[in-house]
């Protein structure tokens, strides 16, 4: 990885995106106290920037402690103890608490050495550009939660791409970007495997599924469980006061959805877990005590915040698959 970074797409000045990378090499000892730095002809020739914006930033690191010249030899490390924080842009999607189960983790393994700003983009595309857009060149990591925004992966690449890492959903398009997230195709398609001989049971299994919003690799996994098996199925993207038939089963991703449910379900007198069934997504402690209990199809937020942290800290640049898995309780 090259000491000295400069990419035209921040609007970070170039003299203060020099002084970054000297102050990031440092810390993350990839520059050690007596190390040369790059000539200043050499950063001016690779970067086609003038001599004096490189002179700024190494007086900057000169007047800061940080870095000392030798008249005809250069320029050196002279301290590694500096007060250096990363400063940290997360975008999530929304808020709820299983995120900020995964923003605790992560904060806890990063063991708070960075400051970190969340933002929200709440499925809103241009919500999405505009964050990214004005925030570009103010941060030394990029943690993005793209969801199945459209366009995305446009928005995203014009980050400085060695300093992003993409959260919870990826695609294709963001490939070459690391990331902790979900394949929720195989997830939802494994967790109800796991769970077949209760699913069984039930007339009709139906998706509560809003495209906008949801991964798509729900609705695949789903239908791919369900032919797989030859289970009768539907999907529908709404559920406001629905008539409920006994022998249902409500997979269920969004907690709307699901309060919306289980105040029917009362209405009708029917008991969930022997008339109708419910599984809902992302294990949450409430979703442990509501209606007996509430089985989920959830992956392990805090360990995605640890994974998460730990390859900002180790500079790794891995895609990983964070576990799921069927949580069984009384609704099923």
């Known amino acids: 990885m090259k000491l000295i970074s400069i ?13 970054l990378s000297i102050e990031m090499s440092i810390a993350e000892k990839r520059l050690k106290r007596g190390d ?11 970067f ?21 010249a030798i008249l005809g030899k250069g320029y050196y490390v002279k301290s590694e103890d500096f007060s250096f924080e990363q400063r940290i842009f997360l975008l999530f999607d929304e808020l709820n608490a299983f995120k900020e189960d995964l923003y605790n983790s ?33 941060y030394s990591k990029y943690i993005i939660m ?29 490939k070459h970007f690391p990331s902790v997230h979900q394949n929720h195709h195989k997830d939802t398609f494994n967790a109800l495997e796991s769970g077949k001989n209760k699913i069984k049971q039930y007339k009709k299994l139906i998706l509560i599924f809003s495209s906008y919003k949801q991964p798509i690799g729900m609705r695949e996994g789903f239908i791919d469980f369900c032919q797989k098996n030859q289970l009768h199925y539907d999907i529908i993207s709404n559920f406001e006061n629905n008539e409920i038939q006994k022998g249902d089963l409500y997979i269920i991703p969004d907690d709307r959805h699901l309060v919306n449910v289980i105040e029917q379900s009362k209405k009708q007198k029917l008991i969930i877990g022997k008339d109708i069934g419910i599984i809902s997504y992302n294990d949450t402690p409430l979703k442990k005590v509501v209606g007996d209990g509430i089985t989920t199809i ?27 898995s069927l949580i069984v309780r009384n609704s099923l």
Do not use: C, W
């Open 7 to 19: 990419s035209k797409r921040q609007n970070l000045p170039k003299y203060k995106q020099i002084i």
């Open 36 to 46: 040369k730095l790059p000539s200043v002809n050499k950063v001016s020739l690779e």
């Open 48 to 68: 086609g920037i003038s001599r004096d914006t490189v002179l700024l930033a190494y007086d900057e690191l000169k007047k800061r402690g940080i870095i000392y």
């Open 106 to 138: 992560f904060l806890e393994t990063i063991n708070r050495n960075a400051q970190i700003d969340t933002f929200f983009h709440y499925f809103n595309p241009e919500v999405f550009k505009k964050l990214i857009h004005d925030n570009n060149g103010n």
């Open 146 to 174: 793209p969801t199945n925004l459209i366009n995305a992966a446009a928005v995203i690449n014009t980050l400085p791409e060695e300093d992003v890492f993409i959260l919870d959903q990826t695609n294709p398009e963001l």
């Open 298 to 324: 959830s992956t392990d937020f805090k360990e995605m915040g640890r994974i998460l942290a730990e390859l900002i800290m180790n500079r790794q640049k891995e895609q990983v698959e964070n576990k799921s």
